[in-house]
């Protein structure tokens, strides 16, 4: 049997809002608004993490997955030279990736 009264006792706050807190609340929401939208402009201007984006001219970088994580491949000049003709970038697990991106980079891929 419900009690009398039980209702509204139960669902009447104990004291009303104030507007401090109604600024204090919007104001915080103001301040994740505006940082959700400059971490958004970030990854969008610095490619996302993505192979192609952000390396420079003659450099190689690959991505190079692992099942403890994995690690990236960053080569230039020589390095890059010797890496895109080495063993490494012709191993069948990685050679989808690294192939290309020596051919982009303009680097021979013929094995040593």
């Known amino acids: 049997m419900p009690l009398e009264g039980h ?33 958004i402009v970030v990854a969008i ?12 001219q003659g450099c190689v970088r690959v991505d190079v997955p692992s099942t403890m994580g994995g690690s990236t491949i960053h080569a230039c000049g020589a390095r890059a030279a010797e890496f895109c003709r080495g063993p490494i970038a012709h191993d069948p697990s990685l050679s989808g990736v690294a192939l290309p991106r020596c051919d982009e980079a303009g680097y021979s891929t013929a094995p040593k």
């Open 7 to 39: 209702y509204q006792r139960v669902n009447t706050p104990l004291r009303e809002t104030t507007g401090r807190e109604r600024l204090i609340v919007r104001a915080l929401l103001v301040i994740v608004g505006i940082a959700v939208v400059a971490a």
């Open 45 to 56: 201007s610095t490619g996302g993490g993505s192979n192609g984006g952000g390396t420079a």
